[in-house]
């Protein structure tokens, strides 16, 4: 199950993002990816200790949680882990599938993977995400203020960048509903359901 949100968030919260963005340090991309993926993994990302991660968490939460197609689909409970991502012209980020577990105080489960596109995919080539399936790699270069949502479990990549700077936001969702197929079986649902009995709502993590 690949997912797709155009305008996740809006103009407006993409500019006060980027601001948080530019006000950040930037630091090499492997401090957070395990020896075991460290020769993978060429970006750089903004440091976890300063203020910024925070705030942009909880700009990307309030936008999820008013998103009723992606509540729908994800049933999302806690949004966890986020980070900033970086992509220069050579840097990439080679196979790999993202940890199970993830968190340090509080340990979350990794259900489902976001990435959200903060620029536009004319500034730069190359820098696609592409995830592996059966028949091949399927890339996705999204305009800005678009979300991709991928089982966490799936073996993806991002490609060398050839031109310009790729801005992501990448984070983890563990979901109400651990299992992707019963996920998607109640995705497929929730229109009837929803026009029936209105929508369910759960009030912590990301809502629903």
């Known amino acids: 199950m690949i997912l797709t949100f155009p305008e996740a968030i809006t103009a407006e919260e993409q500019r006060t993002i980027l601001a948080h963005v ?7 991309g492997r401090q957070t990816a395990g020896a075991l993926l460290a020769d993978r993994k060429h970006n750089e ?3 976890r200790d300063g203020t910024q991660l925070e705030h942009i968490t ?26 900033v991502s970086r992509y220069r012209e050579g840097m990439h980020y080679g196979p790999h599938v993202d940890r199970a577990l993830m968190g340090d105080a509080t340990v979350w489960r990794t259900d489902l993977s976001l990435t959200l596109f903060l620029n536009e995919p004319d ?18 270069k999204l305009p ?27 984070a983890w969702i563990q979901s ?21 009995a209105g929508p369910e709502r759960h009030e912590d993590g990301a809502g629903r």
């Open 45 to 47: 990302q903004i440091r």
């Open 144 to 170: 800005a203020r678009g979300l991709v949502c991928y089982p966490t479990g799936q073996t993806h990549q991002v490609l060398p960048g050839a031109r310009g700077e790729r801005l992501v936001v990448v």
């Open 176 to 196: 109400h509903v651990r299992g992707e197929s019963a996920r998607e079986a109640r995705r497929v649902c929730a229109p009837a359901r929803e026009a029936g």
């Open 123 to 140: 500034e730069y080539d190359g820098g696609e995400l592409a995830l592996e399936s059966g028949s091949g790699a399927f890339k996705i």
């Open 22 to 28: 530019a006000a950040g340090e930037f630091v090499d």
């Open 58 to 83: 909880g700009m990307l939460l309030q936008a999820l949680r008013r998103n009723e197609r992606f509540l729908s689909a994800v049933y999302p409970k806690q949004l966890h882990s986020l980070l």
